[in-house]
Nanobody, 124 residues
Framework: QVQLLESGGGLVQAGGSLRLSCVASGRIFSMHAMGWFRQAPGKEREFVAAMSGGSPYYADSVKGRFTISRDDARNTVYLQMNSLKPEDTAVYYC???????????????????WGQGTQVTVSS
């Protein structure tokens, strides 16, 4: 069993930055694929970014603004979010699956474990 705990969400003005953290505990292994998803009110949970096979992947909507990184010594994955927009407002979730590389890193179905989410609100 794996537990994931996100933190770092909050209220920020448009153009600002936030850094989300996701700490993993339990039966974890280094270099497992990790993903970030988000869900806005009334919308489906959508892919934001992933680290799969050691490479980062991003949704087109966040490419160039968000950066995913990981510190395996701390069992932590980060999402640095810059140039935030009101449309980035959502609950952000991290997720993991016990494989090094997932070809379907963009799909919710690829992940076995999820955190409880952290709220990000961007005001205009």
């Amino acid at each position: 069993q794996v537990q994931l705990l996100e933190s770092g969400g909050g209220l920020v003005q448009a153009g600002g930055s936030l850094r989300l953290s996701c700490v993993a505990s339990g039966r974890i292994f280094s270099m497992h694929a990790m993903g970030w998803f988000r869900q806005a009110p009334g919308k489906e949970r959508e892919f934001v970014a992933a680290m799969s096979g050691g490479s980062p992947y991003y949704a087109d909507s966040v490419k160039g603004r968000f950066t995913i990184s990981r510190d395996d010594a701390r069992n932590t994955v980060y999402l640095q979010m810059n140039s935030l927009k009101p449309e980035d407002t959502a609950v952000y979730y991290c997720a993991t699956t016990p494989v090094y590389y997932s070809a379907t890193y963009y799909s919710r179905a690829a992940y076995d474990y999820w955190g409880q989410g952290t709220q990000v609100t961007v005001s205009s």
